[in-house]
């Protein structure tokens, strides 16, 4: 039996551990420091601007849940949204402040547990969280306080990570989790589109969209990198899109309350 992790544990996890911190030597928090990173996760993550479509928000009061170092949020600050944020972490918390200062927007970004959020029902007509609630303790509890904390008709947009991927097969193989190169992340879960559409069964009109295919990396300078770059990068581009698609890293779900 695994350990069974808390969310002491995920905070300090995190709290050590800024997410693509490998791929820049700059100085944390300074303004060419979040420039590289920002870079770097759109070119990683290339189909995320326009699966979001950050612009079409403006006016809107967005809440982001686990905003990291603010990559995400500063697109909707840019957009002209209404922007909050809860994160499990003083770090995380303090560096997207930072970030959105640079540009010179502000927003309500404070720590917080997503399976306890700190606000109001019906509060808000965006709630989007990437990359985050499978590292929680109890995420059908945190997809619940998603659906509370939105106004009846609010769209949620979440990322889980898929099962049946490519990168969950190589993850396998190599016995690690990939993703976190510095250490295993405490809790890492993965599911199946079916199990996504079970979580999200008190939505309306849920979508789904399986992305993220490999792309050449920065981050790993290993036979994982070589076999990536040379192997997996072109072999997945000649794969015919029926065959490709479900095998995406990331199940984006957009449902409504």
Request: glycine residues 6%; contains cysteine.
């Amino acid at each position: 039996m695994g350990i069974a992790h808390t969310l002491d544990d995920v905070r300090s996890y995190w709290n050590e551990y800024v997410n693509d911190i490998e791929v820049t030597e700059l100085p944390v928090g300074s303004p060419e420091f979040f420039a590289s990173l920002e870079k770097y996760r759109y070119d990683k993550i290339d189909y995320l601007r326009d699966y979001v479509g950050f612009e079409q928000y403006q006016g809107k009061k967005v809440l982001e849940i686990g905003c990291g170092v603010g990559h995400d949020l500063m697109q909707f600050a840019r957009a002209g949204a209404d922007v909050s944020a809860r994160d499990l972490t003083d770090n995380a918390v303090r560096l997207a402040i930072q970030n959105l200062a640079r540009e010179g927007y502000t927003g309500d970004i404070q720590q917080g547990n997503a399976e306890a959020l700190d606000i109001p029902d019906d509060s808000f007509d965006v709630v989007y969280s990437h990359g985050v609630l499978h590292h929680t303790v109890d995420t059908e509890k945190a997809i619940s306080e998603v659906h509370r904390v939105l106004k009846p008709g609010g769209e949620a947009i979440i990322m889980l990570y898929n099962r049946n991927s490519w990168l969950s097969f190589v993850a396998w193989v190599s016995g690690t989790n990939i993703e976190h190169a510095k250490k295993d992340a405490p809790i890492v879960r993965k599911y199946s589109t079916r199990e996504c559409r079970k979580l999200f069964r008190d939505f309306k009109n849920v979508r789904i969209h399986v992305d993220r295919f490999p792309k050449r990396t920065l981050k790993f300078d290993n036979l994982f990198g070589k076999l990536n770059n040379y192997l997996l990068v072109p072999f997945f581009q000649i794969l015919p899109a029926t065959i490709r698609r479900p095998l995406g890293w990331h199940i984006m779900i957009r449902a409504n309350k």
